[in-house]
């Protein structure tokens, strides 16, 4: 029995580029959100502002960067 070699795959490394970018908008989060938390406090509102409107901030400018980051042309 011929067993053929398993071939392997071209990578071409664009999946880091994403791997990447997912990492960057999870840690943007976690960092607005503590930052958020911390001066929440400070700014003494009635409520939590600072800890929502910081991460939905960083959501829409994520969300702006690799709409822009991944429509980019290879050239």
């Known amino acids: 029995m ?8 071209s990578t071409d490394g664009s999946w880091m580029k994403y791997m990447g970018l ?3 908008f999870f ?6 959100l503590g930052i958020g938390w911390k001066l929440d406090p400070l700014a003494e509102f009635a409520s939590p502002v ?8 960083a959501v ?4 702006v960067k690799i709409i822009v980051e991944t429509n980019k042309k290879n050239t």
């Open 60 to 63: 829409v400018f994520n969300l």
């Open 27 to 32: 840690g943007s989060i976690i960092i607005a």
């Open 50 to 57: 600072l800890i929502w409107i910081l991460p939905l901030l």
């Open 22 to 24: 997912g990492a960057q």
């Open 2 to 9: 011929d067993s053929v070699p398993p071939t392997k795959k």
